[in-house]
């Protein structure tokens, strides 16, 4: 079965970086559009990155320009690497796989951004 592993998260300070993976398993990898999205307390889970089979790539306003996704297909990870944090980054970031019947999820991984 399709299984997405996240791991990466933790606490920092704003301005500080954080890379977050995603081990994703069961699929075809390459053919497999990825995701990152993430929810904050108390409100809905929202799109955070995304990037495609053929490695196009698209960004939230809110994190365009410090977030960057990437994707290596022999190592089947998907990676999220997020620079200039801000509190309002804080939440837990779920990675997302679009393959055959899915979408699937990962269980999420807890960022929190403060001083």
């Known amino acids: 079965q399709v299984q997405l592993v996240e791991s990466g998260g933790g606490l920092v300070q704003p301005g500080g970086s954080l890379r977050l993976s995603c081990a994703v398993s069961?699929?075809?990898?390459?053919?497999?559009?990825l995701g990152w999205y993430r929810q904050a307390p108390g409100k809905e889970r929202e799109w955070v990155a995304r990037?495609?089979?053929?490695?196009?790539?698209n960004y939230a306003d809110s994190v365009k320009g410090r977030f960057a996704i990437s994707r290596d297909n022999a190592k089947k990870t998907v990676y999220l690497q997020m620079n200039s944090l801000k509190p309002e980054d804080t939440g837990v970031y779920y990675c997302?796989?679009?393959?055959?019947?899915?979408?699937?999820w990962g269980q999420g991984t807890q960022v929190t951004v403060s001083s």
């Open positions: 069961g699929t075809i990898f390459s053919i497999t559009h």
């Open positions: 997302n796989a679009v393959y055959g019947t899915g979408p699937f």
């Open positions: 990037i495609t089979n053929t490695h196009s790539t």
